[in-house]
């Protein structure tokens, strides 16, 4: 994928394309540049939501959309480290070497893991690792997208119930963000951003981009229609999205257009929040 923060004409967020982009960590990973990069308004490219995967490898991550908990484990019918998995909680992630994989029932699903054995521990924030015993059962989706999975280490058990997230509560968002930017207020739209723009940006670099920005070019949204809400698509890396078509009003130094935007949105921490856009 390709994706940068949201762009809706008065400003690109700073950049989170790491969030959908494949990679050996499926949990989004996004690093504070050392100084503020100043906004741009070029637009960015659509994200590939459902990148293909290569024949030897198919590693499918199981996010429980109320806790964060995932599970992702690969699940290629060739690959040498089928069934080869990794778990990642609040308090820390649960993985290992070639060693560590699961029994799958079947090629094709639902299909049924389980694993009993010794794991590495990294405590979140820690830097050390340390040997556990844990084990893995429960029933997995990979073309749904869904799991039902109980993991247990250190005399605890954490449920992993994955399930594309409802798009029903898009609209409360939809409203907060057409408002704040109708209304030119930056602020109110920080509230609804991804978490990678909240990594990179506290509300007041966030303000200041914004003004400073408009102020150079005089670029306003005066009008948003909401065209098309598309279905929830959920990637193989776990994260959920939702486009929004819209038709929107600008106006800048150059006069007054019309132009069209998709929006997108992702689904973090129990809420959606606005991802990012493209101009079309």
Not at 87 to 114: C, K
Not at 160 to 184: F, K, N, Q, T
Not at 210 to 215: K, L, N, V, Y
């Amino acid at each position: 994928m390709k994706p940068g923060p949201l762009v809706a004409v008065a400003l690109l967020f700073v950049s989170c394309g790491d969030i959908a982009r494949g990679g050996a960590t499926p949990t989004p990973s996004i690093a504070a540049p050392a100084t503020l990069a100043p906004v741009s308004f070029v637009p960015v490219s659509t994200p590939n939501l459902t990148p293909s995967p290569t024949a030897s490898s198919r590693v499918v991550t199981f996010r429980d959309p109320a806790t964060g908990n995932s599970l992702a484990i690969e699940l290629a019918a060739n690959a040498l480290d089928r069934g080869h998995f990794h778990v990642d909680l609040e308090n820390g992630v649960y993985g290992g070497g070639f060693e560590v994989r699961a029994t799958i029932s079947s090629l094709s699903p639902p299909m049924q893991v389980s694993y009993g054995g010794s794991m590495d521990y990294t405590e979140t924030g820690a830097s050390s690792t340390r040997k556990v015993t844990v084990s893995l059962r429960g029933a997995i989706d990979p073309d749904a997208h869904a799991a039902d999975v109980i993991f247990s280490a250190d005399g605890k058990s954490y449920t992993i119930a994955a399930r594309p997230p409802d798009s029903g509560p898009l609209g409360s968002v939809l409203d907060r963000m057409e408002h704040a930017l109708i209304a030119d207020d930056p602020l109110a739209l920080y509230a609804v951003t991804s978490l990678a723009v909240h990594d990179n940006y506290t509300a007041a670099q966030f303000v200041d981009a914004w003004q400073t920005q408009s102020a150079a070019t005089g670029r306003r949204i005066t009008a948003l229609r909401r065209q098309a809400i598309g279905p929830v698509v959920e990637s193989d890396q776990g994260f959920a999205t939702v486009e929004v078509r819209y038709s929107a009003d600008v106006a800048d130094q150059n006069g007054a257009r019309v132009t069209g935007y998709i929006c997108y949105l992702i689904f973090e921490s129990g809420e959606w929040r606005l991802w990012t856009t493209t101009e079309n």
